[in-house]
């Protein structure tokens, strides 16, 4: 289950990553953001359930935190 929500929200960051490259409008830079903060926050919790890798799980987590918090300051700032 968190495999298929993980890859679908992947595609989504995917597809608007290239949507403001190609038509060079940031519009969507906060939404983009925080599809891709819980994209690393399911990968993060996939990483804790397994035995060996924990480090990066705990990585991968701060990780989609900071950008979580960088995607609520793009809100607030529109």
């Given at each position: 289950?968190?495999?298929?929500?993980?890859i679908?929200?992947?595609?989504?960051?995917?597809?608007?990553?290239?949507?403001?490259?190609?038509?060079?409008?940031?519009?969507?830079?906060?939404?983009?953001?925080?599809?891709?903060?819980?994209?690393?926050?399911?990968?993060?919790?996939?990483?804790?359930?397994?035995?060996?890798?924990?480090?990066?799980?705990?990585?991968?987590?701060?990780?989609?935190?900071?950008?979580?918090?960088?995607?609520?300051?793009?809100?607030?700032?529109?």
């Amino acid at each position: 289950m968190l495999k298929t929500i993980r890859i679908i929200l992947a595609i989504i960051v995917v597809m608007l990553a290239g949507f403001s490259m190609i038509t060079q409008n940031f519009e969507f830079m906060p939404l983009l953001m925080l599809i891709l903060a819980l994209t690393m926050f399911i990968t993060g919790i996939m990483e804790l359930q397994k035995t060996k890798k924990r480090f990066w799980g705990y990585v991968s987590i701060g990780a989609s935190l900071f950008v979580l918090y960088v995607s609520v300051e793009g809100f607030l700032m529109i």
